[in-house]
């Protein structure tokens, strides 16, 4: 940005904390957000910085209201989520949508095309537009950091949230930035404004006429916008585009014309209209849903896009070429090998809850977490994953649709951080609405999957500072679930009894499955296992809960590899042998 | 100088986050541009896991196609298998000789692969070292990943003593000097 003082040659950053990094730089004073990959990682760089508030809030809708209060109070702030944690703060924003901003207030989202670690592929960009909130997308580190800073400054200006989108490849790609100083916003005052900030019917139809006469005027201006560029080439082929694909685009035409949006909602009408009219033939190229193909095509520009390319995943550059020169790009075929599907983690606590259920011939209604690798093979025991929280909701389903015998042989699953998200709520309706049911809160003391965030239950802040740490236990109690046990994950006996007597109970009984997640504990392994081959019978039984440290060796041989095995002995119970040993190491 | 293709294939959790931080480092004190792109998440537990290190003048796209990698660094043999039609005709591949079992394996569904590496070695340049063994020599079995990127720096265009002092500046203070050693074991071979 004109005007500001280099600090520094260019640094290698990945994509999400060069959002962390423009949001220091544009003087925001406050971040929450919920982890979610590929969204986390902005979070745990903003931290880095003592001049931003920042947090982990239970869920996303919390995150993006404190957020919201930030800004309402005159300062800048920044929400950061995933695609579907927008589903969760859809309410919020729908309205703030209206209500507009006093601070700046930027919301990220990352979108998962490809679905490397999410429940669907949604595009966030629809949700933008049903909620007529303008959305930027940078395309490298470099824009990813230079737009978070123009997104604030739009946000003021035309008094609206500015949604900054990214994908799974932008947030986790590195790429070079070059790092300014951080720029002193002063707070704006705070002024009572009862129709703009009281969203009653009245004054929202008022905000509505606003949020309409903003849409435009974004539109109009956005001719303007200097995060728009148009290059010109060759005008056989004219490209529009934008975020990750742009750069796919140049890859693949390097001849081509491109114009490349750095704002996708509501689209600069006239300059799309201006590179439409000089170019030859006009492709489109977006990942996901064909959002600005619709809207161009809408006004009666012929365009070529999703006839000739995916709604699904990721493209390429080499894609390109393919769908639009015809090039057939030498690709050689991928050799038919086992596929290495992601599994718990040896010394998992998860396993050792999943292979009790399993003994019990028990079906779980599952959750958001690591613990969905309960799943798949060896294991199988999870046959439903929907969102977060839903575990204990549509168990509660089940058990009204099917009635009370009908769960007797089902249970919910949900992780502890999962649990406070949304779970908590769902298992007050099971209370208030009279079911009965068992529901297993898989406690590891941390917010596993997304690798290791604080939440209400650990103790610590995302500052890593101590904090109240919510029991679970009495969480549940005060709910009004009276039954509630609290039992070492990796007490298989107990848990085998306890899950028994629960499901044949006419009341909700809650299980506190506790230990902490394996890759939690960095202090080195002192205890292992290994097997006396003497003993050993080869039968595979100690294989049964799916323990990747578990192999059987080309002779029927069973070995524990000792790079792997971190002691949990869960293994052992399941030997009816005698034939594993424990070894202590120094 | 065309943009060289660095891919860095493993099982998550092997360690390809730093080797790619060790990379990446290296790529800007030489002054090119570079663009690096990794896997987080759910597939970081035991799946497989990818890394594209790209450098060069200019570097737009952040991963490497089919058919288009210099080298292919591969923490596990299955996976060296799994992309290597991501190589070049004359690319190298640099193979950690360890056997990790998919699940799929593990459960007896499907069949671990014989004679990988032998496999490999018919049609293209392969360099092999059993880098756990070798790290166990040195005291630290997990050091092994940096034993192999010292292997792969023998077909790559950076002097050894730019490598070390990247690893100098990347690695924890404690662990520089474990992972110089490693270094210079994976150089030597």
Known sequence: ?586 | MDTKNIMIVGVGGQGTLLTSRILGGLTIQAGYDVKLSEVHGMAQRGGSVVTFVRYGKKVNEPIVEEGQADVLIAFEKLEALRYVHFLKKDGAIVVNDQRIDPMPVVIGAEKYPENIIEDLAKDHRVFRVDAIDEAKKLGNSRVFNVIVLGLAAQHMDFTKEEWLSVIEKTVPAKTVEINKKAFEIGYNL
């Open chain 1, 1 to 586: 940005m004109k005007g500001e003082t280099q600090v520094s040659e260019k640094v290698l950053m990945l994509g999400n904390e060069a959002f962390a990094r423009g949001a220091y730089e544009a003087g925001c004073k406050l971040s929450a957000a919920y982890p979610g990959t590929p969204s986390t990682e902005i979070s745990e760089n903003i931290v880095k910085y003592d001049e931003i508030y920042s947090e982990w809030s239970p869920n996303e809708k919390v995150a993006m209201e404190v957020a919201i209060g930030a800004s309402i109070s005159g300062v800048r702030a920044l929400a950061s989520m995933k695609h579907v944690g927008l589903n969760v703060a859809a309410d919020p924003l729908f309205t703030v949508s209206y209500i507009g901003v006093n601070g700046g207030l930027v919301i990220i989202v990352a979108d998962d095309p490809g679905l490397y670690s999410s429940q669907n592929e949604q595009d966030t960009r629809a949700v933008a537009r049903a909620a007529k909130i303008p959305v930027l997308e940078p395309s490298d580190s470099c824009e990813a950091k230079d737009f978070v800073k123009y997104a604030f400054d739009l946000s003021e200006k035309y008094d609206t949230p500015v949604i900054v989108r990214t994908t799974t490849r932008l947030s986790h790609s590195q790429g070079l930035v070059e790092l300014n100083e951080r720029l002193d916003i002063e707070d704006k005052p705070y002024v009572r404004d009862f129709a703009k900030n009281v969203m009653m019917p009245g004054n929202a139809k008022g905000r509505h006429l606003f949020v309409e006469s903003r849409e435009r005027a974004l539109a109009e201006d956005g001719y303007d916008f200097p995060i728009n560029t148009v290059e010109y080439n060759d005008s056989k082929i004219g490209v529009i585009t934008s975020g990750i694909p742009y750069q796919y685009v140049k890859e693949a035409l390097p001849e081509a014309s491109v114009l490349k949006l750095g704002i996708v909602n509501p689209l600069p009408r006239r300059l799309i209209e201006e590179f439409a009219s000089k170019v030859e033939t006009l492709y489109i190229i977006e990942e996901l849903d064909p959002i600005i193909e619709e809207q161009v095509r809408s006004w009666g520009i012929e365009a070529v896009g999703k006839d000739i390319l995916t709604v699904q995943g990721e493209y390429s550059a080499n894609m390109i070429k393919k769908a639009i020169k015809g090039e057939d790009v030498y690709i050689a075929k991928a050799a038919e090998i086992p596929n290495r599907p992601p599994i718990l983690c040896p010394g998992c606590p998860h396993r050792s809850v999943f292979s009790v259920l399993k003994k019990l011939k028990i079906r779980a209604a599952g959750d958001i977490g690591c613990y969905t690798l309960g799943a798949v093979a060896p294991l199988s025991v999870v046959d439903t994953t929907i969102c977060m929280g839903a575990s204990i909701s549509s168990l509660h389903g089940m058990e009204k649709a099917k009635g009370k015998e009908y769960i007797k042989d089902w249970v919910a699953v949900i992780g502890d951080s999962t649990f406070l998200h949304t779970g908590l709520n769902s298992l007050m309706n099971m209370v208030y609405n009279k079911s009965t049911g068992t529901v297993v809160i898989l406690d590891n003391s941390t917010t596993g999957m997304t690798g290791h965030q604080d939440h209400a239950a650990t103790g610590l802040t995302l500052k890593g500072e101590a904090t109240y740490s919510i029991d679970l236990e009495e969480l549940c109690k005060a709910l009004g679930v009276s039954n509630v046990h609290t039992i070492n994950a990796f007490d298989t006996k107990k848990l085998e009894k306890t899950i028994k007597e629960s499901v044949g109970l006419d009341e909700i009984v809650v299980i506190i499955a506790q230990a902490p997640c394996a890759l939690l504990d960095k202090s080195p392994v002192t205890k292992q296992y290994t097997i006396d081959q003497d003993k050993c019978k080869r039968c595979g039984m100690c294989m049964k809960p799916g323990c990747p440290a578990i192999t059987k060796k080309e002779d029927g041989s069973i070995e524990i590899n000792d790079t792997m095995c971190n002691g949990c002995g869960l293994c052992v119970e399941f030997c009816k042998f005698d034939a594993i040993k424990s070894v202590k190491l120094k």
